[in-house]
């Protein structure tokens, strides 16, 4: 399955809409809702991202079913269903790729995960409050930032985000 396809979970309704907007200017055709009654299994050729409120548990099979098949996905949710949809998700592909965004040549080695979380450290946040703005876990954000620390060659999580700041300005 190709990098670029979009697999997003966010906790607000306007962050989906921007989103889904996003990749629809990239040519994603948006579907609402997570049920597909496609005959063909694979549907990366139809560059479909469906997005919606994911509720319960079955809609976040229905949304990793068509994920699997190739569709992009956009999910609301919240709490536990998000960690673990957002878990499920990586299984197919990597979170937080967007249609249409460069991604940053600051050439730092992070990866889109790392970034994030370096991003809500620099905005303030804490470590536990990026990790469930970003549905991990907190032991998962540690560990990606330990991993964003080694890849900067720095001891401390602080050194990390000066860096990532540094490079983000320029």
């Not at 005959?39 to 809609?59: F, I, K, N, Q």
């Not at 990026?130 to 330990?146: P, W, Y």
Request: aromatic share 2%; charged share 20%; net charge positive.
């Amino acid at each position: 399955m190709s990098a670029a396809v979009p697999l997003h979970v966010v906790a607000a309704l306007q962050d989906a809409e921007a989103l889904v907007r996003r990749c629809a200017s990239a040519g994603w055709s948006a579907h609402r809702g997570f049920a597909l009654l496609e005959p063909a299994w694979d549907l990366a050729e139809r560059r479909l991202v469906c997005h919606g409120a994911v509720a319960d548990e079955h809609t976040a099979s229905q949304a990793v079913l068509a994920a699997a098949r190739g569709a992009g996905i956009v999910a609301v949710a919240s709490g536990q269903l998000a960690l673990t949809l957002a878990s499920d998700l990586r299984r197919v592909g990597p979170l937080g790729v967007t249609p249409g965004k460069v991604e940053a040549a600051d050439g730092l080695d992070l990866d889109t995960e790392q970034r994030a979380l370096l991003a809500r450290l620099a905005a303030g946040s804490t470590i536990a409050a990026a990790a469930e703005a970003e549905f991990v876990s907190l032991r998962t954000a540690n560990r990606r930032i330990a991993a964003a620390r080694q890849a900067l060659g720095v001891k401390t999580t602080r050194e990390a985000v000066m860096i990532y700041i540094k490079h983000a300005r320029d």
